[in-house]
């Protein structure tokens, strides 16, 4: 049992990371001094970052469970 929590937790561990790095930017910050300043001409929400964020907002919960789960089968 503890064995398939801990292969569950690892893979939310690589979905999240995943999901937080496919997040755009909120500010200007050093990757528009860098050539990205494309930002300000798509600076709406999109269905696809609302979906984007409520992935990341699931898969932050199967993390936490399972960060639960391993500490009280521990």
Not at 29 to 46: D, H, I, R, V, Y
Request: proline share 0%; with cysteine; glycine share 16%.
């Amino acid at each position: 049992m503890i064995y398939v929590l801990a292969l569950i937790h690892t893979l939310a561990c690589i979905a999240l990371v995943g999901l937080i790095l496919l997040h755009s930017g909120k500010g200007g910050g050093l990757s528009a001094t860098m050539g990205g300043g494309m930002g300000n001409t798509f600076s709406g929400t999109t269905i696809m970052e609302k979906n984007l964020t409520r992935l990341t907002v699931i898969v932050v919960g199967v993390f936490l469970l399972t960060t639960f789960g391993l500490i009280f089968l521990a």
